[in-house]
Antibody, heavy 123, light 110 residues
């Protein structure tokens, strides 16, 4: 079965870059029917869909309007993983970050979730 | 986009049925049949319970069902069990390749 294992620092300084990775087992990051999604959860904002990447003969990414200017999601086929980078972070970016796998381009449902990574933005 | 609106909490006794609503707009819930529901026990990652308004993934009990009318989607849990106690979130396609979640509903089994 598909397993997603997240890693990354739990503390990021304000104005710095938040970087997380999601290692995939049981599926290929290049699978043309899978989508790799990032979501975050905080008490103030609840669950928030952040963005996704997917391979359809080439790589594509979609982002939520709220983070589009600061976020990049990449795939690393050699390591079978996806990564998230969020620039210029503020305390409002403090949240539990999840990666997930989607199986339908339009439906967007997430059928496998990582374990979550708590990221605190603080000096 | 604004988050979808869910009641903060619902409750029911074992064996009863409860329904959780998820209200959006013509730009999301009302315009697409792409509503999903997730169950999140305390301290755990969400789990997919319903997709495409009313489809159940394999392994999800048929006590869980979904529906939609206009801008409101609903999750109904029948034959309530203690293990159903959790937070529930809806999610809808919102156009332009983005998705929006609801604020979450805490289900208490009395």
């Amino acid at each position: 079965q598909v397993q997603l294992r997240q890693s990354g620092p739990g503390l990021v300084r304000p104005s710095q870059t938040l970087s997380l990775t999601c290692a995939i087992s049981g599926d290929s990051v290049s699978n043309s029917t899978s989508l790799w999604i990032w979501i975050r959860q905080s008490p103030s904002r609840g669950l928030e869909w952040l963005g996704r990447t997917y391979y359809r003969a080439k790589w594509y990414s979609d982002y939520a309007v709220s983070v589009k200017s600061r976020m990049t999601i990449n795939a690393d086929t050699s390591k079978n993983q996806v990564s998230l980078q969020l620039n210029s972070v503020t305390p409002e970016d403090t949240a539990l970050y999840y990666c997930g796998r989607g199986s339908d381009f339009w439906s967007g449902y997430i059928d496998n979730w990582g374990q979550g990574t708590l990221v605190t933005v603080s000096s | 986009q604004s988050a979808l609106t869910q009641p903060r909490s619902v409750s029911g006794s074992p064996g009863q049925s409860v329904t959780i609503s998820c209200t959006g707009t013509d730009s999301d819930v009302g315009n697409y049949n792409y509503v999903s529901w997730y169950q999140q026990p305390p301290g755990k990652a969400p789990k997919l319970m319903i997709y495409d308004v009313s489809q159940r993934p394999s392994g999800v009990p048929d006590r869980f069902s979904g529906s939609k009318s206009d801008n409101t989607a609903s999750l109904t849990i029948s034959g309530l069990q203690a293990e159903d106690e959790a937070d529930y979130y809806c999610c809808s396609y919102a156009g332009s390749y983005t998705w929006v979640f609801g604020g979450g509903t805490r289900l208490t089994v009395l």
